[in-house]
C-alpha cells in the first residue's frame, strides 16, 4: 500500500501563472478531499469528493481555484493565475467512504508563488 | 458554526514528564473527535478518536477522553520521547461519524528536549 500519492512535492510558480497538483487515492478508496495547509490559517478545508461526484466544495475560492476527478484513481486541484497568498501546502486525503475515521492523507504539495 | 480550539501554540518540554493538550469544541452535531500528529515534512496520520461520552482512547501511549459536559478532547501523554516532537492537531467531525469535512484546531507544536 503505497498510501495516498501526491505529485509534485514541490512546486514553484510565477505570479499569474497556472499550478495543477495532482492526488491519487488509496486503490478502493471512494473519496477524496483537499485541504491547504499555511502557518497563519492552519489546515483549511477546500473540497471533497464521493465517487468521483463534487460533494462539498464550501472551502475553495470562487476565482481561481479548482478541482476534479475524472476517473476514481486520481484528483487534481488546479490554480490559474497564481498569487503569492496561494503559497501553501496543498494535502490531499482519501477515505473508503463510509466514516470520517477512515481519512489518510498524502504528505502534500508545497507550493510556493513568487 | 463548527470549531476547534487548541489554546498553546508551542510547547516545549524535558524527555520523560507528563504532557497535556488542549482542545475544546463546539459543535451542533453529536460530536466526533480526533487527534492528528505531524511529523516534520510528512503527512498528518491520525493518532486517536472518540465519539464516546467520557470514555478513554488511547494510542501508541497517548490518550484522551472526549468530555460532551465541557467540549472538551486534552491529548495526555505520562511520559513524553524525543520522538513525540510534532505538530499536533485536534479536529472535529461537522457530521458526527459520517463521512464529510474536518474542522481542525491551530495546532500544537511540541517540542521534547533532553
Known amino acids: 500500500n503505497a498510501g495516498v500519492i501526491q505529485t509534485p512535492r514541490h512546486k514553484v510558480t510565477g505570479k499569474g501563472q497556472e499550478a495543477t497538483l495532482w492526488c491519487e487515492p488509496i486503490s478502493g478508496h471512494s473519496a477524496v478531499f483537499w485541504y491547504r495547509q499555511t502557518i497563519v490559517q492552519g489546515l483549511e478545508f477546500l473540497t471533497y469528493?464521493?465517487?468521483?461526484?463534487?460533494?462539498?466544495d464550501s472551502g475553495m475560492p470562487k476565482e481561481r481555484f479548482s478541482a476534479q476527478m475524472p476517473n476514481q484513481s486520481h484528483s487534481t486541484l488546479k490554480i490559474q493565475s497564481t498569487q503569492p497568498q496561494d503559497s501553501a501546502v496543498y494535502l490531499c486525503?482519501?477515505?473508503?467512504?463510509?466514516?470520517?475515521?477512515?481519512?489518510?492523507f498524502g504528505s502534500g504539495t508545497r507550493l510556493l508563488v513568487i | 458554526g463548527d470549531s476547534v480550539t487548541q489554546t498553546e501554540g508551542l510547547v516545549t518540554l524535558t524527555k520523560g514528564l507528563p504532557v497535556m493538550l488542549n482542545c475544546t469544541y463546539q459543535?451542533?452535531?453529536?460530536?466526533?473527535l480526533f487527534w492528528y500528529v505531524q511529523h516534520l515534512n510528512e503527512a498528518p496520520k491520525l493518532l486517536l478518536k472518540?465519539?464516546?461520552?467520557?470514555k478513554r482512547t488511547e494510542h501508541q501511549g497517548f490518550y484522551a477522553t472526549l468530555h460532551k459536559s465541557s467540549s472538551s478532547f486534552h491529548l495526555q501523554k505520562s511520559s513524553v520521547q524525543l520522538s513525540d516532537s510534532a505538530l499536533y492537531f485536534c479536529a472535529l467531525s461537522d457530521r458526527g461519524s459520517a463521512l464529510g469535512r474536518l474542522h481542525f484546531g491551530a495546532g500544537t507544536q511540541l517540542i521534547v528536549i533532553p
Open positions: 486525503a482519501s477515505s473508503p467512504g463510509q466514516t470520517n475515521s477512515d481519512y489518510t
Open positions: 459543535t451542533t452535531y453529536s460530536p466526533f
Open positions: 469528493f464521493r465517487n468521483q461526484a463534487p460533494i462539498d
Open positions: 472518540s465519539s464516546t461520552d467520557n
